[in-house]
């Protein structure tokens, strides 16, 4: 969900409106762009740091290990819809999409980090 | 509808320079002149095929968006740095007027990206040899792994954007490349600050770039990476271009993508000793897309060299279709048989630097 700037007497803030799921749900042509580049000549990671690549806006965010498997957690930086990505030697493995109330709770981790304070849902 | 003002606004500014009217006289809506075929716009150069429909102010609008902030809404700290001058200043954001002329500007080159049209993709000299050869290695030292070398990739554009220009104006038309280093492939340091110059290495051997003719999907896949602002009011106002365009916003704040849509100014000193010591080559309006998937190279692409002092190109090789002896057929670069023995020198050395390093990596 794209936080709002709004200025107050005290200097602009980010507003960060209620929580919907719909907010943080993954778009399934995020997914499907994901999946397109699988099998590249790129690892995961290398696609990833791309500076040309159409993933610049995917913020890393977590990363692990399971069942043998490198996952890498990525938040969507404006949208804020998580998907998690399995990492491999060319293009994308396994592509998840993660539960919006996760998104939500991974972008609301950013927040203090953020240029200007985030108030919820709009109050002051 | 996230602001239907600036959509009715968006409206109102096509309908008057599209109209009905401009078709039926075939004459262009801003300056009166006929109207170009499809297939003359792919070899128009963006500020003449412009003029055909944006009035002189809009084009000024355009291009004092130069150095602007279109990523004002991007609330996410990673970005934060992209919203500074390489200097450190703020830049200031973009107003209506330039949005909506960059909108605009947008629209009209985005209709000949297209099933057939001509991009060019630079390419580093330092990467010529893994293209002739296929195969290259890309990851670190300690872990390379062996890769074809055969997609599209990464910022192009089409033919046009830099047609005529020589190596050292093409460069400074694109803004080859974010190299903060002393040397580069594109450009090197130069004693003044927030300048580059020609890289010595494009003055020694020149600048290439792959001519490819693009699929119905790969031009699909082209799209114009804007900084949010701007997506955000295009995918709002302007139909035409659903899914021409995707959120990219810039990163550092000496990285010289402007988050436009088109190429940054990156300060490109001149060569030219007639000119003032700071005297840079001047910006060229145009459109740069992303391929956000790669495309594969396609029988009949060709690999250019630019030099200085001219826009003449050589062609070093084209991309043909071989039917192996046990009839296995595939595609790959074979050298122009035009070349002069220097250069066929030249690139048969890149060619076999190229397979050492695939062969010493275990490919």
Redesign the interface.
């Known amino acids: 969900m ?4 709004r200025d107050t007497p005290n200097g602009p803030v ?1 507003v960060r409106p209620p929580f919907r799921p719909e907010d943080y749900s993954a778009p399934a042509t995020a997914l499907r ?1 994901f999946e ?2 699988r099998g ?4 995961s990671e ?1 696609i990833l740091a ?5 993933f ?2 995917y ?1 890393e965010v977590g990363r692990e290990i399971r069942d043998g498997k490198t996952w890498i957690v990525l938040l969507e ?2 949208r804020e819809f998580a998907v998690e990505v399995e990492a491999v ?1 060319m293009g994308f493995g396994e592509v998840l999409t993660l539960p919006p109330h996760q998104a939500y709770e991974l972008a609301r981790a ?1 927040d203090p ?4 304070p ?1 108030i919820l849902g709009g109050s002051e | 509808m996230k602001n239907p003002q600036r959509f009715a606004l968006a409206l109102l500014l096509l309908l008057s320079t599209f109209p009905a009217w401009a078709q039926d006289t075939g004459r262009c809506p801003a300056n009166g002149r006929p109207l170009p075929t499809a297939e003359e716009r792919q070899f128009l150069a963006p500020s003449k095929l412009l003029r055909c429909f944006l009035t002189v102010a809009e084009i000024s609008l355009v291009r004092s968006s130069i150095d602007h902030d279109a990523q004002t809404t991007v609330s996410d700290p990673a970005f934060e740095s992209g919203k500074l001058n390489p200097d450190g200043s703020p830049r200031p954001p973009l107003t209506d007027e330039q949005i909506d002329s960059l909108t605009k500007m947008h629209s009209i080159l985005d209709e000949d990206m297209r099933a057939g049209a001509i991009i060019r993709k630079f390419i580093p000299n330092s990467d010529v040899g893994g293209f002739l050869y296929g195969r290259t290695v890309i990851g670190s030292p300690d872990s390379p792994i062996v890769v074809s070398t055969n997609t599209v990739r990464g910022f192009v554009g089409l033919e046009r954007n830099t047609q005529g220009l020589d190596a050292a104006e093409t460069v400074g038309a694109l803004g080859l490349d974010f190299e903060p280093g002393a040397t580069g492939q594109f450009t090197d340091d130069s004693p003044i600050p927030f300048r580059r110059q020609v890289s010595r290495e494009v003055q020694k051997n020149g600048l290439h770039s792959i001519r490819h003719r693009m699929s119905a999907q790969g031009a699909i896949d082209a799209q114009i990476p804007l900084a949010k602002d701007l997506n955000d009011s295009v995918e709002s106002s302007t139909p035409s271009l659903e899914d021409r365009s995707f959120e990219m916003n810039r990163q550092g704040q000496d990285n010289p993508y402007t988050g436009l849509g088109m190429s940054d100014n990156i300060g490109l000193l001149t060569l030219t000793t007639r000119d003032a010591a700071d005297a840079t080559y001047p910006l060229h309006l145009n459109q740069e897309n992303v391929m956000t998937v790669p495309t594969p190279l396609a029988p009949g692409d060709q690999l250019w060299r630019r030099g200085l002092g001219s826009g003449k190109e050589t062609l070093i090789a084209k991309y043909v279709r071989v039917t192996l002896p046990d009839g296995t057929v595939l595609s790959r670069w074979r050298l122009s048989r035009d070349l002069s023995l220097e250069d066929e020198d030249y690139y048969k050395r890149l060619i076999r630097l190229a397979a050492e390093r695939v062969a010493a990596a275990g490919g």
């Open positions: 794209p936080l709002t700037r980010w762009l397109r580049w590249d000549i790129e690892s290398g791309m500076r040309d690549g159409p610049g806006n913020v930086a404006s030697s950013r980090f953020r240029s200007h985030v």
